[in-house]
């Protein structure tokens, strides 16, 4: 089980392992072993997540999640196996923390008369130095 909550742990049914070879720098031992893991969770079929935190997690815009609801995640930072595997488990638990709690609806307000003062003498001054630059100004408004 992967615990990403108090309320919501994935089974390790949902989560399926690749095991590729890293890129990058390493030696002999990026050439031969195995260590870099493609991690795959399909959030959209998922059981283990509630139905808001499915949603909100699904229209989050990453390139992390297909058009299909799977998530894949590529961990090889490390050389092992086994620590990059739990790099991945790490940033897909990362991932759903980020939209457990819904965001705090936006309040509608509306400027102040001082604001809107403040902005009129802005756009006034503004045109006031344009008008300045201009060769057939003469001094006058």
Known sequence: MLTVSPHIAIHED?????FVRASGPGGQNVNK????VELRFD??????????????????????IGADGVIVISAQRFRSQD???QDARERLVALITTVLTPP???????PTRAS???????????GELKRGRST??????
């Open 14 to 18: 949902e989560l399926t392992e690749r």
């Open 33 to 36: 072993v195995s260590t870099a």
């Open 43 to 64: 959030a959209a079929n998922s059981p283990s997540l509630p139905e808001a935190v499915r949603a909100r997690l699904l229209a989050r815009r990453d390139h992390r």
């Open 83 to 85: 620590r990059n595997r």
């Open 104 to 110: 705090k609806p936006r309040l509608a307000t509306r």
């Open 116 to 126: 809107k003062e403040r902005r009129i003498e802005a756009k006034k001054g503004r």
């Open 136 to 141: 057939r100004w003469n001094g006058q408004a």
